[in-house]
C-alpha cells in the first residue's frame, strides 16, 4: 500500500514538473507587402534570351514579365507554415540560435474558385538564411528578384505588337480581333473585340501550335477588360487520340471597365488529350456574348500566354 503511495506521489511530482515548465513558442513575425511582389521578376531580357534560346523583343519580353501574384507559400526550415495573402504578418517558430532557412514561393489563384491558390513553379523560390533571431523581432526579405526556371518555354505568347495571333473561326457572323493602342500615354497595344447591338457573339482562335505531352506543366494565362461581356476560354486539339477536339476550360464574368489576370493550369486538360503520345497539336480559343442585348458589349485583352515548362513531381 505504502508502495502505491510512493508510486503515486512520485508521478504527481512529475506531473507538476511538465506542466509548469511549457515549451516556449514566442515566434518572430515575417512582414510580407504587396510591393515587394509587383515588379519582381527580373528585368534583363539579354540574360532571359541566353538561358532560354529564345529571341523575344522588349515588348514581348515586358509581357512574359508581367504578373499579379496575391499569395505566398511560406516555409521555415523544411517545414510549411501554409499559404498567405499579401500584405501578411506571417508568425515563424525558428530555431533560435541557430541558422534559419526561410523560402517564400510566388502563388496564383485559378480561374472559377478565387480561394483555391497554387504555388506558381514557373519561377524560382526566395531562399534566405537569418541568423540572430530574436523572439518577437519582425523580419523583412533582403531585395529579390525572381526568375524564370531554365526549362520554362511560351510556345504562343501574344503581345498585340502589330497583329493578332487570333482570327475568328467564323468569318461570316463573327466579329474579328483589331489592334488599337491602349492609351494615348504609352505605346502599347491590346487586342480589342467590339460587339454591337446587332452583332451577337465572337469566337477567334490562334492556329494550332505543337505541345510536348506527359512530364510537361502547362499554364494559361490571360490579362482582360469588359464591358457587359462574358466569356469562355477552351482549348482545341487536332487529332486528339482520346477523340476530345474542343474543352472549355473556364469563364470570364464581365470586369465592368477593371483590368483582371486569370491563370488557368492547362495541364490535366492537355496532357489527357495527348493521352500515350508525346505531343498533340494544341490552340487557344476564346468566345465570348453581350450580358444585356440592349447595349454593345466591349472585350480587351493586354496578353495571352500559355506556358510550359519540365514538371517535378
Known amino acids: ?26 515566434p518572430v513575425y515575417l512582414s510580407l507587402t504587396k510591393e515587394e511582389f509587383e515588379d519582381c521578376l527580373e ?16 515588348e514581348e519580353f515586358q509581357i512574359i514579365r508581367q504578373h499579379l501574384f496575391k499569395d505566398v507559400q511560406v516555409s521555415i526550415n523544411g517545414t510549411s507554415v501554409g499559404f498567405w495573402q499579401l500584405p501578411c504578418h506571417i508568425p515563424l517558430i525558428p530555431e533560435y540560435g541557430k541558422t534559419n ?34 523572439k518577437g523581432d519582425t523580419i523583412r526579405l533582403s531585395p529579390f528578384k525572381l526568375e524564370y526556371v531554365p526549362s520554362v518555354a ?31 500615354d504609352t505605346n502599347k497595344n491590346m487586342g480589342s473585340i467590339t460587339l454591337g ?9 490562334t492556329q494550332y501550335q505543337q505541345m510536348p505531352g506527359r512530364g510537361q506543366r502547362q499554364y494559361w494565362e490571360i490579362s482582360y477588360m469588359s464591358y457587359n461581356g462574358e466569356m469562355v476560354g477552351y482549348l482545341g486539339f487536332e ?8 474543352k472549355n476550360v473556364f469563364v470570364l464574368p464581365s470586369t465592368e471597365g477593371k483590368w483582371k489576370k486569370v491563370y488557368f493550369d492547362a495541364t490535366q486538360e492537355i496532357n489527357y488529350a495527348c493521352s500515350v503520345a508525346s505531343q498533340i497539336n494544341v490552340r487557344l480559343g476564346i468566345s465570348g456574348y453581350k450580358v444585356d442585348d440592349s447595349y454593345g458589349a466591349q472585350f480587351n485583352f493586354e496578353s495571352v500566354k500559355l506556358i510550359t515548362m519540365t514538371a517535378y513531381y
Open 154 to 184: 511560351f510556345p504562343i505568347l501574344e503581345a498585340f505588337i502589330q497583329d493578332s495571333k487570333f482570327s475568328p473561326r467564323d468569318t461570316i457572323y463573327n466579329t474579328p480581333m483589331k489592334i488599337v493602342k491602349m492609351d494615348s
Open 1 to 26: 500500500m505504502k508502495n502505491r503511495y510512493l508510486l503515486f506521489f512520485v508521478f504527481l511530482i512529475v506531473f507538476l514538473n511538465f506542466s509548469c515548465n511549457k515549451p516556449d513558442i514566442t
Open 239 to 246: 487529332k486528339s487520340l482520346t477523340g476530345i477536339q474542343q
Open 101 to 134: 532557412n526561410i523560402r517564400v514561393l510566388a502563388c496564383v489563384r485559378l480561374p472559377n474558385s478565387e480561394l483555391f491558390t497554387k504555388e506558381y513553379l514557373f519561377v524560382t523560390p526566395i531562399t534566405q538564411l537569418f541568423d540572430g533571431l530574436v
Open 43 to 58: 528585368n534583363d531580357l539579354a540574360k532571359f534570351n541566353k538561358i532560354h534560346d529564345t529571341d523575344y523583343l522588349d
Open 197 to 205: 447591338v446587332s452583332d451577337f457573339y465572337f469566337d477567334v482562335a
